[in-house]
Structures are given as structure tokens and as C-alpha cells.
């Protein structure tokens, strides 16, 4: 009997020509929960790389505001970067001479603004004609949008003419004046002054102009304009579309700030998180080993505030006094010298989280937010190689965390690749997460679906910290649902996962292969493993569902099935790597009635179809409403990834 209704479900969904091969089926166990799938399962790795900082996230529009910009031909830069283009302090600035106007423009250091910021622009008067002063280009151009208003800002003092205004013009590529303000008059101190900008145009290669006259000398520093419109309208902010993108995926941890520069291509480089808090102008800038710069304006606090406004668990990375193992020499802090990175860690917590009257709690309170930021998590090292040097002084900072700071929860690394050379230490430690990492083809990721499946649970849980299958195409996405699903299963192991890189502007790009998030000035192409990561987030469920998957012949499928208690609905996830339809029926078992109607939510396309600038939305998921039943059919599409829930009888 039971067949005969299969069969007739089978015949009504496989149309009037019916199919020869027989169907697969699913079977979901509703009355057997496995794991709990934990809050913090799906998150987000970001790193400074591709300009994913300055240039991106953060809203500044203006490049070198502070020029602090030098040359990196000495770093020795290992990946010597496709289409490198070298850096002077005067980068993105151009000298402005009108109608008559001479000056000599240079960047000095003798009276500077404060010592994390030593140099400036000095313009000598040499003609005011109708004006002189420099003008930037921004990142390639700076887009701004009729009508709009811009915050722009600088520091300024001069030796003459203290009455004679600075004019701030933005103009288009045409040359023509498209917004201006004025700065009425500059005093021979150093002063920050303030304008705002609306555009009469929208422009995407717009300049912004500085420009006076007068005489004698005239000294600019942190020379800024952000748009208004910043997301939750923070001063200091960041680019709305760019950080609208990363709430979308309802990430529920942030790991942040990389990556490899947070242990930097030698000590001296590494990223330390007390130059980048404080005033903006007062912040140390640092070189980025992806071969630019990096300001700091997005700095420690602004990843806080991120966290906080997009409902994520914060997860620095500290390094543990050495350097990227990539980057050569591989650098150690002498175990002597030591303690200045293990108070970088101590602090960091006191920063998040201390009261407002401690030292770096007084820091994070003047900064506008005396509330604690609730900080639970803090990760130590960043794949690391597997080195005496590290192994000597991982241990060093995990006593010290633990003796200082209970509360808080360690993530470790498990070194470099799927090999974890280091998660032997990491069980030694006993930490409370290993962070492993891997970038590798989307058979890989088929292949090891079932990775975690016999992994060892009386050692330290696991966080799948970097991972991509190297290509933003569909199938690329697929492969990373089917290792999804794995993960899923496997879900009292693995705790937290984040896909690896996270942004990337085209034509400042390090990293080429796969980036979740692609943008250029005004346009953000969400990727195809974009919406992976999005939907497994918004369909997680809280509890794993036992299920049976079988497809005959077919290959490449992958099923999980989770519990949402809130709704009731069962949540059942199908990826399907192969070129192939499947048609197959979907049973509940151990469920009284469900609901007859559910909801579909399909990402399909070709195999090598992906999202790009000029057609950011040909990959994008569908949502529908479908039959369902404790019994259905259901064709799973080619290269497909789906989401059906199916809510509870009434
Ligand atoms: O995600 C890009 C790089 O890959 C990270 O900086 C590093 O951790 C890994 O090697």
C-alpha cells in the first residue's frame, strides 16, 4: 500500500512521460535529533586583503588622507603582486596650480600633527594666482551621489594670510565643479576644521580639491571626506552596501583582523591592536604585507561596534609574537621579550570588556561606547607553521589567558592545511577551539564531506576558520553546501566556520582565485558560495535531524535535516553537484502531520555560471511556495542547493 502511494506520487511528479530510473528518496527521522547546531556555526572571516579595508568597508573616500603612504619596493613583498604599483607620501595627490597660481608641494616631517602620524603636506606659496593646493583621486576615482551629503574634514595650520578661506571643491572627471565648501580661515596652530559637501551630479571619478591663496606656508593633514549615509550612520563609519552585505548573511561570529597580517611579513610588520584605537588621527598606520597600505581608521574599536551592530560574536586574532611563517625571515619574539604581546592579549580583553575607569576600558569609553563589548572569544596565532619556536610560546599565552582572564575562551590554530600539523598542540593546550584552514578545489570538498565523521570528540572542538573551494562559480558553491552538510552533522564538533576571503575591489585584488564578496565603488556582486554561506545561516535549525539519503546512481548529492524550534518547521538542505535532475521522494518519518504547504528556497545555475559586475544578479536564489507532506516528491534541479521547510501540522 505504502508503495502503491509512493508510486502514484512518483508518476504524478514525473509527468505524463514518466521516467524510467527509480526515484531516490530522503528519509528525514523527526523524532531523532542528534546534535544541537550551535548559534555560533556560521560566521565570517575578515581580512584587510584586496582592499577590503581602506578602499572598502571602511567609507573613507580619500586615499593617503594622512601621507603616510612610502614605498614598499624594499618590503620584499613574496607574492611580488600583479600589477604592483609602487607608493610615494604623495600617492592619489596631484599639485593644483590655477590661473597664475606656483606653489611647490612636498610632504615633510618637522612639525608634526603627533608622532604615530609624522608626516604632512606642505605647500610653499610661491603665486596664489587663483588658487593653488592638491587634489586626490580617491581609490581609483571617488564616487559620490547627487544630492548626498559628504563630511569632509582636515587638519591645517599656515605661517601667513590667516584670513585667506580654503576652498574644497569636488569635481568630475570633466574637470567641472560638482560640490563646494569653504574653510573660512587657518590658524598657525595645527586645527581640525570641518565642511560638508552635497553634489550637484553624480560622479563616479570625482577629484577632491584643496585649494587657497594667501601666501607663505600652508601644512594639510588628515585630509578626509566620508559619506554621511555610513552604515547605522557611525562617524568614522563604514560603506552601507559593504557592511548591508555582511549582516545579510546573519553572521553569528567575526573573526577579524586577518589572516596574515595580523602576525605581518616580519615582527615589526604585525598587526597591533593598540595603534589602531584612539582618534583617528593619533593611529599608527601600518604597511599590509597584500602590498598597500592600511590606515587604521577601521581599527579594533569600529570591529567591536561591527559586531555589536550586525549581532556577532567578536573573535580577534592575536599573534603570539611571531610572524607570518608565508614571509621570510620567520620571525620569533625572544622568549624574554615576549610579554609585550602577552599584554596585547590581557589588554585586549580589559579594552573589551573592563569597566569604563579601568586603563583600556577608559579608552573604549572615550571612544563613545562604555559599555563592555561583551567579548567571549580570543584567537591565538593564525595558521601558524608548525615550528619549535611557535610550539615554545603558544603555551606561554594560553597560561596566561586562562590564569588572567577565565572567562575567556581560547581559539587556537591547527596550522596550515587539512594535514592540522598543529592541532596535537592544540590538543595538549586543551584549547577551546582549534582554527583550521584549507583552500582547496571543490572535489576536495565532495570528497571530504565526511571528514569529521570519525573525528576523535574527547580532543578540542574545531573552527573552520578559512576555507573556499577556489572558484566563485555554482559549482564551486555546491561543492561548499555538500562539505556544509558534513559540517552540519558533525556539528558537536565543529562549532564555528567562515569562508575565506571575504571582499575584494576588483582591480586592487591580491587574491584572485575566490572571494565571497566581490565590489568595485558603488556595485557589491554577491557571489554564488555568497548565498551558500547566507542560506545554511538562515536555515540552520537547532538541532541536527537523523536522515537517510538514497540516490542509486546518482552522485554527488549531499542531504542534512535540521529541527527550527522556533517555527517547527523541519529544515531539509539538498545539494547536487552533478549535471543531473534527481527525482526523489522526501519521507518524515516519526512526525504525527506536517503542514501541506512549505516554502522552497532554490540556488541553481550552470555549472560555471557566476555573479560579475555587469550581471551581478544571474545567480540568485529563488524562493517558493511548494506541496509537501510527510510524503512528497521532489526534483532536485542540476547544480542546485535547496532549503525546504516544512512546517508542523496543525
Ligand atoms: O585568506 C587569505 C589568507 O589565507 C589568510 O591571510 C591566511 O590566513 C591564509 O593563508
Redesign the pocket.
Known amino acids: 500500500m505504502r508503495n502503491k502511494i509512493l508510486l502514484a506520487l512518483w508518476l504524478a511528479a514525473s509527468g505524463p512521460m514518466g521516467c524510467l530510473a527509480a526515484p531516490g528518496t530522503i528519509t528525514i527521522q523527526v523524532d531523532r535529533p542528534t546534535v544541537s547546531l550551535p548559534e555560533t556555526l556560521y560566521g565570517l572571516?575578515y581580512?584587510d586583503?584586496n582592499n577590503a579595508a581602506d578602499g572598502g568597508l571602511y567609507a573613507e573616500l580619500v586615499q593617503n588622507r594622512s601621507f603616510e603612504y612610502h614605498s614598499l619596493e624594499s618590503k620584499n613583498i613574496q607574492l611580488k603582486l600583479e600589477g604592483f604599483v609602487d607608493f610615494t607620501p604623495l600617492s592619489a595627490w596631484q599639485k593644483v596650480e590655477q590661473e597664475g597660481g606656483a606653489c611647490n608641494l612636498s610632504v615633510e616631517s618637522a612639525q608634526p600633527l603627533n608622532d604615530n602620524n609624522p608626516h604632512y603636506a606642505l605647500l610653499r606659496i610661491v603665486n596664489a594666482g587663483k588658487g593653488v593646493g592638491l587634489s586626490n583621486d580617491g581609490f581609483g576615482g571617488i564616487s559620490v551621489e547627487k544630492g548626498a551629503s559628504y563630511d569632509f574634514s582636515l587638519f591645517a595650520k599656515r605661517s601667513a594670510s590667516p584670513d585667506a578661506p580654503l576652498r574644497i571643491t569636488l569635481r568630475n572627471a570633466a574637470g567641472e565643479a560638482i560640490g563646494t565648501a569653504t574653510v573660512p580661515g587657518i590658524s598657525t596652530k595645527w586645527e581640525r576644521h570641518t565642511a560638508v559637501l552635497v553634489p550637484t551630479e553624480t560622479a563616479e571619478k570625482a577629484t577632491l580639491e584643496v585649494v587657497t591663496t594667501g601666501a607663505g606656508e600652508v601644512c594639510l593633514d588628515m585630509v578626509s571626506l566620508f559619506p554621511r549615509d555610513t552604515f547605522k550612520g557611525r562617524n568614522n563609519g563604514l560603506r552601507n552596501d559593504l557592511a548591508q552585505a555582511i549582516a545579510e548573511l546573519n553572521p553569528k561570529v567575526f573573526r577579524f583582523p586577518?589572516?596574515?597580517?595580523v602576525h605581518g611579513h616580519g615582527l615589526e610588520n604585525a598587526y597591533r591592536w593598540k595603534e589602531t584605537v584612539g582618534p583617528v588621527e593619533a593611529r599608527k598606520p601600518n604597511w599590509n604585507l597584500w602590498g598597500y597600505h592600511q590606515t587604521h581608521g577601521l581599527g579594533y574599536f569600529e570591529y567591536f561596534q561591527l559586531c555589536e551592530d550586525i549581532g556577532a560574536e567578536p573573535l580577534p586574532i592575536l599573534a603570539v609574537g611571531v610572524s607570518c611563517g608565508?614571509r621570510k625571515p620567520n620571525e620569533f619574539a625572544p622568549l624574554d621579550e615576549v610579554q609585550p604581546w602577552i599584554d596585547d592579549a590581557l589588554d585586549l580583553v580589559e579594552f573589551a570588556n573592563g569597566p569604563a575607569d579601568s586603563r583600556w576600558g577608559r579608552v573604549r569609553a572615550e571612544m563613545g561606547h562604555p559599555a563592555p563589548f561583551n567579548l567571549k572569544y580570543v584567537g591565538l596565532g593564525?595558521?601558524d607553521h608548525d615550528t619549535p619556536g611557535f610550539r615554545a610560546r603558544f603555551p606561554i599565552f594560553v597560561k596566561a589567558l586562562r590564569e588572567q582572564c577565565p572567562e575567556i575562551k581560547i581559539v587556537g590554530t591547527s596550522g596550515?592545511g587539512p594535514k592540522v600539523p598543529l592541532y596535537d598542540c592544540m590538543c595538549e593546550q586543551r584549547v577551546d577551539l582549534s582554527d583550521e584552514?584549507y583552500?582547496q578545489p571543490p572535489e576536495w570538498f565532495i570528497e571530504n564531506q565526511h571528514r569529521f565523521d570519525a573525528w576523535d570528540r574527547s580532543q578540542p572542538p574545531v573552527f573552520v576558520g578559512?576555507y573556499a573551494s577556489r572558484g566563485n562559480t555554482m559549482y564551486n558553491a555546491v561543492a561548499e553546501a555538500i562539505y556544509l552538510t558534513g559540517i552540519e552533522r558533525n556539528a558537536d564538533l565543529v562549532q564555528m566556520t567562515a569562508y575565506?576571503?571575504l571582499f575584494a575591489r576588483y582591480g586592487f585584488t591580491q587574491?584572485k582565485a575566490a572571494n565571497l564578496i566581490w565590489f568595485d565603488h558603488k556595485t557589491v556582486v554577491r557571489t554564488p558560495n555568497y548565498y551558500v554561506q547566507q542560506l545554511f545561516s538562515l536555515n540552520k535549525g537547532d538541532v541536527y535531524l537523523e536522515n537517510k539519503a538514497d540516490f542509486g546512481a546518482a552522485t554527488n548529492l549531499a542531504v542534512a535535516a535540521s529541527l527550527d524550534k522556533a517555527t517547527g518547521d523541519v529544515v531539509v538542505k539538498i545539494a547536487n553537484a552533478s549535471g543531473q535532475a534527481v527525482e526523489t521522494i522526501l519521507h518524515l518519518a516519526g512526525v504525527g502531520a506536517t503542514a501541506s504547504e512549505g516554502t522552497l528556497t532554490l540556488l541553481a545555475g550552470e555549472k560555471t555560471a557566476a555573479n560579475t559586475l555587469e550581471q551581478p544578479g544571474r545567480i540568485q536564489p529563488v524562493a517558493s511556495r511548494i506541496k509537501v507532506g510527510k510524503h512528497f516528491a521532489y526534483t532536485i534541479p542540476p547544480m542546485s542547493v535547496q532549503f525546504i521547510r516544512i512546517p508542523p501540522g496543525r
Open positions: 572571516f581580512e586583503i586577518g589572516g596574515c597580517i608565508f593564525n595558521e596550515l584552514h583552500y578559512e575565506a576571503p587574491w
